[in-house]
């Protein structure tokens, strides 16, 4: 089983310990298409659908409490080794039938679906009270199912809690939204923007920390995607299909591509500052293997360690003692 291991010199959770071999996405056949008549069960157990969620197999892709009260709060300062539950709550969300499909050639309408898809499961996850933070991200490369992946965790992961404190500290010091004024000010510089409507802003950001990094930051100021007016969430399913389009026909288009919707971290609100956005980082040209565990470093800063430390040094030792001696 995975647990959550406090690294005491970063000051933040990891999470420990992957079962090897319970990854249903490394199956054969494609756990994510519809089963076939007559063919091997999968994941979804119907010939056809227009979305499916299910929760995760492995441990450490349910990044929840593993019972009531498990909430993962810091240690104390003077803790080296604490440790805290990581069995949870975690969902795949599976956007089409279609293996070959992407997100960004879905027909609008479905795009639209999808965000209430995401919305419904974004407000039911935090309705749990031992969830801190509700993330919805996508890590998508040639090859792979159309899908993306939903964390529910009992704390603050550290990218999520590094932008909370920001966007606080901006509120208390001017009394507005960081994001609005980030936008407003993009808006009129124009260089950086990429595309917009009368909800929705893309862009790429002033200070982007890679390639073709995209921004699309709701004009009205939205805690979370339950604020979205019909109208908005139309928009930004028109928006968001437009960039990832953009994004598919860049130089080296099979890379990978991460998405993860900002927004506030549970749906309860209250949170000073937070701002609807997605966040879009096209990784053109680079290679085009996919890592669930990369996708949730970028989304939120959470590192997956495997091999579990323990294995880790068992083997190395092992390897030590089969290794040819050096000459003195």
């Known amino acids: 089983m995975s647990e959550l291991r406090w690294d005491a010199l970063r000051g933040e959770w990891l999470v420990v310990g992957r079962a090897e071999g319970d990854d249903a996405a490394a199956a054969a056949p494609c756990p994510m298409c519809p089963t076939a008549p007559g063919g091997p069960p999968t994941e979804i157990p119907l010939e056809t659908f227009e979305f499916a969620v299910f929760e995760r197999r492995s441990a450490t892709e349910r990044p929840g409490p593993a019972a009531a009260g498990a909430t993962a709060d810091a240690p104390p300062a003077a803790a080296l080794h604490a ?19 992407t997100l960004g050639a879905l027909p609008v309408v479905a795009v639209e679906r999808l965000i209430r898809v995401w919305s419904d499961r974004y407000a039911a996850l935090s309705k749990d009270p031992d ?12 090859g792979t199912h159309p899908h993306g992946r939903i964390d529910a ?3 603050l992961p550290p990218i999520p809690a590094r932008e909370l404190e920001r966007e606080r500290e901006y509120y208390g010091l001017t009394g507005r939204c960081l994001h ?20 929705f802003v ?3 950001p002033f200070a982007a920390r890679h390639p073709y990094e995209l ?3 709701a004009r009205r100021h939205l805690a979370s995607l339950l ?3 019909p109208q908005e ?6 928006l968001l299909r437009r960039v990832l389009r953009a994004c598919d026909a860049l130089p080296g288009a099979t890379a990978p591509c991460t998405l993860v919707i900002r927004q506030a971290p549970v749906a309860d609100g209250g949170h000073a500052g937070a701002h609807l956005r997605i966040e879009i980082r096209p990784a053109a040209g680079e290679s085009s293997r996919s890592d669930d565990r990369d996708a949730r470093a970028a989304s939120v800063g959470v590192a997956v360690q495997t091999p579990a430390p323990e294995t880790a040094a068992e083997r190395l030792r092992a390897a030590a003692a089969d290794a040819v001696p050096l000459e003195p």
């Open 215 to 217: 921004h699309l930051v």
């Open 233 to 238: 969430r139309l928009e930004l399913a028109m």
């Open 180 to 199: 609005c004024d980030l936008l407003a000010e993009e808006e009129r510089d124009g260089r950086r923007v990429v595309g917009s409507n009368d909800a």
């Open 83 to 101: 440790t805290a539950s990581a069995a949870g709550r975690g969902e795949v969300v599976v956007y089409s039938p279609s293996h070959d499909a």
């Open 131 to 142: 969830v801190r933070c509700v993330v919805i991200y996508e890590r998508r490369s040639a």
């Open 227 to 229: 604020e979205l007016r």
């Open 202 to 204: 893309a862009y790429v």
């Open 153 to 155: 965790y009992p704390y």
